[in-house]
């Protein structure tokens, strides 16, 4: 098996599913291993245990439910991405787990080449693009990413500093920036005039702290930059 294999762990209490999920990925050996849990616990021992790139996870188990697996993931585990797979499906419960930080949702039962493509884009080697940014053109950036409806986070560097914009669909939830979180952040990392980014599509924020509309938030940034200038 070759080394640094992605790891895809699958999480649910009908046995004869996780088994039969697994024997149908294994084709994709080469690619990603495959290691299954039967319940919220032992897929929380298997996450300590193991660097696990995505998690394929019920909504519905005796002890500890999909969506609170989910919060404990983007909690402890924000580098891992989740898909949730349910068959009670409903707006509601999507829009629960959306919110919560899960990358798909998709109602059983679902055709096992589905979930292969979805697995290989999710952990495809691809990184996101690169860029430099000068003057304005990080707005530009965002604004790109927002009417694009994209799930991401965008990592902006300069001298040293870091700052991170996540946006969820499209719309900027969450930034930080040193000990600053939310829209602070995010004004703060708008006035940097050059550095360097890198956008990681499909990170979910860990959580939500800002509630305005990016159109909003653009603006405001910019009549924060012209104010100091």
Request: charged share 30%; hydrophobic share 40%; glycine share 6%.
């Amino acid at each position: 098996m070759p080394k640094n294999l992605k790891k895809v762990l699958i999480v649910d209490d009908e046995e004869t599913l996780t088994w039969s999920m697994a024997k149908s990925l294994s084709k994709d050996k080469d690619k990603y291993e495959v290691i299954i849990a039967n319940n919220g616990q032992e897929a929380l021992t298997l996450l300590e245990q193991n660097r696990v790139d995505l998690v394929i996870t019920d909504i519905r188990m005796p002890d500890i439910n999909g969506l609170d697996l989910l919060v404990r993931i983007r909690k402890e585990y924000p580098q891992t991405k989740v898909i949730i797979m349910t068959a009670y499906g409903s707006s509601d419960i999507q829009k629960e787990a959306t919110q919560r930080g899960s990358l798909y949702y998709v109602e059983k039962p679902f055709e096992i080449s589905d979930i292969r493509k979805i697995i290989i884009d999710l952990i495809g080697h691809k990184k996101g693009f690169r860029g430099k940014v000068f003057g304005l053109q990080l707005t530009d950036v965002i604004q790109m990413n927002c009417l694009g409806r994209l799930t991401t986070a965008l990592i902006i560097t300069r001298d040293g500093e870091k700052g991170i914009i996540y946006l969820n669909e499209g719309e900027i939830v969450h930034a930080e920036c040193g000990e600053q979180k939310g829209a602070e952040a995010f004004y703060n990392i708008l006035s940097w005039q050059e550095g360097e980014f890198v956008s990681n599509i499909g990170f979910a924020a860990p959580v939500q702290t800002i509630y305005q509309s990016w159109e909003h938030l653009l603006i405001e940034a910019m009549r924060r930059n012209d104010e100091k200038a």
